[in-house]
């Protein structure tokens, strides 16, 4: 019986320390797949971003939104639009002249910030546009008397426009839109 109780207490423990081993083993083996599902879920819920580093990420936005900007500060520095815009019957040729003109200038200098974004080319054709626009608003007051009414001055800047179509702003236009398709 002495014996017995020794073989007997020695499988009791081996079997104990099989079942503890098996149980440990399968949990390693859960924890592992959990682990492995865990991260291979993570892997694919991230988006894939071999093409555009985190830099341009962030930077494309603000890119698009100077363009965006530049583009509405062109169109509303066309003279016939700013016509529209600063126009009141109260003025004379005189002082749509000046408004004319200081509107062209406080828009661009707000705007002055997003050459940053911009190639050197496109900076340059908005430059000119600008210029072209004031140049035409100056030559059309050129013509007119500075105290008659501002309509006058109004149709000196439409004949002007109307001969000129705006080239530079027009050509500024349809770069900085190209320029913009590229980066989409």
């Known amino acids: 019986m002495d014996n017995f109780f020794w073989t007997t207490l020695i499988i009791d423990i081996i079997h104990a320390f099989m079942i503890i081993c098996l149980g440990s083993l399968a949990s390693w083996l859960l924890i592992t797949y959990y682990f492995s599902q865990k991260n291979r879920y993570r892997k694919a819920a991230t988006p894939v971003s071999t093409d555009i580093s985190e830099s341009k990420r962030i930077i494309l936005p603000l890119r698009l939104q100077a363009y965006e900007r530049i583009?509405?500060?062109?169109?509303?520095?066309?003279?016939v639009n700013l016509v529209l815009r600063i126009q009141r019957s109260e003025m004379n040729s005189q002082e749509l002249q000046l408004a004319l003109v200081r509107t062209i200038r406080e828009e661009f200098d707000y705007n002055l910030s997003q050459q940053v974004y911009m190639s050197s080319t496109a900076w340059e054709m908005i430059k000119n546009a600008r210029e072209e626009s004031v140049s035409i608003i100056n030559r059309a007051s050129a013509q007119s008397d500075p105290r008659e009414s501002s309509s006058v001055l109004v149709r000196a800047i439409f004949d002007i426009s109307l001969e000129n179509e705006n080239m530079a702003t027009a050509a500024a236009l349809n770069y900085v839109k190209d320029e913009a398709r590229l980066l989409m």
């Open 71 to 79: 583009v509405l500060y062109l169109e509303r520095i066309q003279p």
